[in-house]
């Protein structure tokens, strides 16, 4: 157990990690968090920390900083801090803050970390504040502090007497906050763990104005932006004279390889950029698919790749093996696709510059937009919209930084809205991969020794080397190589681990039957090596991903299906979370039919059951649709899909019967916006093999025959 | 450019538009009606559904012309309460991830229920069909529609 980290040691060094981020509890430190009377709008309002305040008719506003994808952030954060206020969940009005750097560490959207950052601090905002309540009611009714209780928005005292929290708001705000405050026991939570219905759900369900897209000022101007049609061309020229002539048209303008037009309404800038004639020129290489595969080949026969992480020799494990095991996996770039393209709104004021859109990263927009315009950051503002999806694509500030690059030019506030068009062509895809996987095995079928390569388009380190089956194979190699090409990539829902997942739990299946083991045999046998046997550092805790597993095999009934059923399993461990599926498939006249995905998730704490069920459902989906359909393919540098009748969605009619099971073992919580996704490919390609003999080696699955529904 | 009176919710607009603009972007930037949303622009996502004379129609390739007469409805147009069963049903299912394609799911599922009161798995299948759900929220949609159906009969 040596050289397992400590949980403690984990979260800090993976905090680290995502960005040199400040841990501790800071807020009440600082001078924005004294509590202070607000003359607000119409109720007073009394401010007790960044994250809450109570007003004296008894609303208690939450505040919630980190931007809403989908995720449920911004009814997951009011929760925790709900319940240690003990507020009355129906008096409790969630604002979404703005960008405020002052205030709030890590406003920021990705790698599933935000409940991960702030749990403690939430439940200090919401302890602290129900100290100083308790504390002021106690010295109005002149009795000690430890005869009073706290109920929906109530402090009570034994005798019966009781006084609601917006009663109390402006003495207890006098009150000193407590340094050291007591957090309920887990099992007194009575709030989180429950079903709470989406905080904007009503706005939503009523088509208000939540979005990016919607965001509108007076005498704002909409612009639709012409990028370069491949990627390694460069603006050369361009002729607006037609397009100016357009009703609605502006101002047609030219910066950073773009053409933007600009205009009063969305419709007149789309219909006028089609007017506008532009030549490009060559700039880089004009990549095609077929380059694609050939680089890939290059790349894992290098001789020089990138050492990620090596135990012991793998090449005497091979020399030394019964079996060997070899295979390659490949994946292609993928577009996020989120429903709501990219739009940003800018309004650039000479000396600050005011902000609005869907951005998942709003403090590195804030950034580089202010040193763009050589600002101070806190010259730039930003509004925080709701996002119609994002999957990664808004941790890029590329679209907000434009829209603020155009504001300045054309010196007027202005959206700029992307096409579905410019989305899915525009770039920063999830990159490509190719996999290539060795194993050896002795005469027992046990794992020997491991080898991964990864060869990757602009992905950087292809591989995750510190986790599962690291730990548990006494030689170990992994190792990368990387391209750099002109398509841009980023970061997709569950980065590399999107894929990586996907193929290793197809090439361990593949193992284990070499073997002549069960897949899930095969694979607790590894998480007990690593737990009893570890060899060099591991990140990952083997009972956790042991416990899962164990759950999901129980639940679908693991080898004890009737005939005609055959079932596929995969686990992994990503974001701090663990997650075990088991698909599903009948043969129905003779084709592999997907009809069911189990999943346990160990995601510690479950704060909104209800939520947490909607991530891992569409995590689900979302990983099976882009396994069988996603791809995009290129030629000359031109991506060859641009639209949704060109690259296929899942839809409706092809979703699995889906059951979520969470082990909810009282372990601090850590992320649920991405753990699902990883481990539904490898499960669907490990069940089409059962039931069918054929491996899937590349995605998308529908070009290999498989089909869904 | 023409004028055009539209009925759209019970209540009459005016715009001033060229008469090939998509309904879409009528109702989004001459109308401040942003419920309705941009998703494909090809007919091919739903989530600019809205109600022409009862039926689910993609307002992203409708031009504002051919519309001139008809009655509209738009996700607004359910219900200024979130009180119309469709709202209410997805409000209890809690259907929302990130809540974009969602005014066109439910302008779809209402013309579907409007007509149906008792739709098979099928028939709720074929009218769902077409509106794409990045979120993947389509378990809660399917239960959602069944609640609705249940609601609108009392
Ligand atoms: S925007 Fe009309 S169907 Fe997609
Ligand atoms: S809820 Fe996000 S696209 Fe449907």
């Known amino acids: ?709 | 450019m023409a004028l055009f009176n539209l009925k759209i919710n019970g209540k009459t607009y005016k715009a001033d538009v060229d008469g090939n603009t998509p309904l879409l972007w009528v109702l989004r930037d001459h109308l401040d009606l942003v419920g309705t949303k941009y998703g494909c622009g090809i007919a091919m996502c739903g989530a600019c559904t809205v109600h022409i004379n009862g039926e689910a129609t993609r307002s992203c390739v409708l031009p504002v012309s051919t519309v001139a007469n008809a009655t509209i409805a738009t996700v607004e147009g359910l219900s200024e309460t979130a009180e119309h069963p469709v709202q209410q049903a997805w409000d209890e299912v809690d259907v929302p991830q990130c809540g974009y394609c969602q005014a066109g799911q439910m302008m779809t599922a209402a013309a579907l229920l409007s007509k149906n009161a008792n739709p098979s798995d099928k028939d709720i299948e074929d009218a769902m069909v077409g509106n794409i759900c990045r979120c993947g929220t389509y378990h809660r949609i399917h239960d959602a529609v069944k609640l609705a159906a249940v609601k609108m009969k009392k």
């Open chain 1, 1 to 709: 157990m040596s050289n397992i980290q400590s949980r403690r040691d984990f979260l800090k060094s993976t905090a680290t990690a995502g960005g040199g981020l400040v841990l501790g509890f800071s807020w009440f430190t600082t001078e924005a968090f004294k509590p202070k009377v607000l003359a607000n709008t119409a109720a007073d309002v009394i401010d007790f920390n960044a994250y809450l305040a109570i007003s004296p008719s008894g609303i208690v506003t939450i505040f919630s900083p980190n931007p809403e994808i989908g995720q449920g952030i911004k009814t997951a954060f009011p929760i925790v801090v709900a319940e240690e206020l003990d507020a009355d969940w129906e008096k409790v009005k969630v604002e979404q803050s703005p960008l405020d750097t002052k205030k709030f560490e890590r406003q920021l959207t990705g790698g599933s970390g935000a409940i991960r950052h702030s749990w403690e601090r939430l439940r200090k905002a919401g302890a602290t504040a129900r100290a100083m309540l308790v504390e002021a009611a106690a010295k109005k009714w002149s009795v000690p502090v430890s005869e009073c209780t706290t109920s929906k928005g109530f402090v009570m005292h034994s005798s019966g007497k009781k006084l609601s929290y917006g009663e109390l708001a402006t003495a207890a705000a006098q009150i000193t906050p407590p340094k050291d405050v007591k957090l309920k026991a887990t099992k007194d939570f009575t709030l989180i763990g429950t079903s709470v219905k989406g905080i904007d759900n009503k706005d939503i369900l009523r088509g208000k104005r939540l979005f990016g897209i919607d965001y509108k000022v007076e005498g704002m101007l909409q612009a639709t932006i012409q990028r370069p049609p491949a990627f390694g061309l460069k603006l050369k020229s361009f002729d607006a004279t037609e397009a100016k002539k357009m009703p609605g048209i502006t101002d047609v303008v030219s910066f950073g390889n773009k053409v933007a037009i600009v205009g009063k309404t969305t419709w007149e800038v789309m219909q006028a950029r089609k007017a506008v004639k532009i030549q490009w020129e060559k700039d880089k290489d004009l990549e095609s698919s077929t380059d694609h595969d050939r680089i890939f080949k290059e790349m894992l026969n290098s001789t020089t790749p990138t050492v990620q992480r090596k135990d012991g020799d793998v090449e005497a494990a091979f020399k030394n093996a019964y079996k060997v095991i070899e295979a390659e996996y490949q994946c292609p770039f993928l577009p996020h696709s989120p429903m709501e393209p990219m739009n940003f709104f800018a309004h650039f004021k000479g000396d600050s510059i005011e902000m609005a859109g869907p951005s998942q990263t709003p403090q590195a927009a804030q950034g580089q937009i202010a040193k763009m315009f050589n600002l101070a950051p806190e010259k730039v503002t930003i509004e925080l919209t709701r996002m119609g999806g994002g999957f990664g694509r808004r941790l890029n500030t590329d679209y907000a930084v434009e829209a603020a690059e155009l504001s300045s030019i054309i010196k007027a506030p202005v959206k700029v809205t992307w096409s579905r068009e410019d989305d899915m062509t525009g770039g920063i895809y999830r990159p490509a991969v190719r996999y290539r996987f060795k194993a050896s095995i002795d005469k027992a079928g046990n794992m020997t020794g491991y080898m991964l390569h990864g060869a990757s388009i602009n992905a950087g380190n292809s591989t995750r080397q510190d986790n599962f089956p690291a730990g548990a194979v006494e030689n170990l190699l992994i190792q990368s190589n990387d391209y750099k090409s002109p398509i841009t990539t980023g970061p997709w829902r569950a980065p590399i681990t999107n894929f990586l997942a996907y193929a290793e739990q197809a090439f361990l299946d593949e193992v284990a039957m070499a073997g002549g083991k069960d897949p899930i045999q095969f694979r607790l046998e590894l998480l007990d090596k690593a737990q009893q046997r570890p060899v060099g550092k591991i990140t990952y805790e083997p009972n956790r991903f042991r416990e899962v597993t164990k759950l999901v095999a129980e639940k679908a009934g693991w080898n004890k299906k009737k005939k005609g059923v055959f079932q596929g399993f995969s686990v992994y461990f990503s974001h701090a979370s663990y997650v075990a599926q088991i698909a599903e498939m009948a043969v129905v006249k003779g084709k592999p039919v997907l009809k069911k995905v189990y999943a346990a998730v160990d995601c510690g704490i479950v704060i909104n059951e209800s939520s947490a069920r909607n991530q891992v459902f569409g995590a689900v989906v979302d990983g099976l649709g882009h396994a069988m359909y996603g791809n995009i393919t290129f030629k000359e540098g031109a991506p060859q899909q641009d639209n949704f009748n060109k690259y296929r969605l899942i839809r409706y009619n092809e979703v699995p019967e889906i059951e979520a099971h969470f082990v909810n073992n009282g372990v601090d919580p850590t992320g649920l916006g991405e753990p699902a996704l990883p481990p539904t490919g490898g499960a669907i390609a490990n069940a089409i093999f059962k039931s069918t003999g054929k491996r899937l080696y590349n995605q998308p699955f529908s070009e290999q025959g498989a089909t869904l529904g």
